[in-house]
DNA sequence: GTTCTGACA
DNA sequence: TGTCAGTA
């Protein structure tokens, strides 16, 4: 069960997961006004990420990058509870540590190239 | 400086 | 979706 307390564990702000996702706020917020994602709410009202909003979040732009609508994507995450992120054994893509491992390398690439690393393209491949 | 909501091109 | 406004 610790592991679902670090995949639910608040920790990125809007910023951080721009970069690692690659997508804009407005695209993020427009997710969460369709309930594609449920973020936690820290003081000022700002929008706190767990891993896990990070990885759905993810699985969206995979989606998306697939032409699905948000129709579409609602229907494939309404099938992925939010708190209930059980260990199914045959789906799990990463490990805890591949995924962070994975990710920092992202921010890293996207601080290097400025921007929208190849976050945007190739690492659709990689999820679902 | 960063993020938030609402709104409009 | 982008972006601007006015805040917190």
């Given at each position: ?86 260990p199914a054994e045959g789906k799990k893509a990463m490990s805890d540590a591949e ?30």
């Amino acid at each position: 069960m610790a592991d679902n307390v670090r995949r639910s564990m608040p920790l990125f702000s809007m910023g951080i997961v721009q970069k690692l996702t690659g997508l804009t706020a407005r695209q993020i917020r427009y997710y969460e006004e369709n309930d594609l994602i449920h973020p936690e709410r820290s003081e000022g009202n700002r929008r706190v990420f767990s891993f896990n909003d990070v990885d759905r979040l993810l699985d969206i732009k995979s989606l998306l990058d697939e032409g699905v609508n948000l129709a579409g994507i609602r229907r494939v995450l309404s099938e992925k509870p939010v708190v209930a992120n059980r260990p199914a054994e045959g789906k799990k893509a990463m490990s805890d540590a591949e995924l962070m491992k994975f990710l920092k390398s992202e921010l890293v690439q996207a601080g290097k190239f400025g921007k929208t690393s190849l976050i945007q393209g190739e690492l659709s491949r990689f999820f679902r």
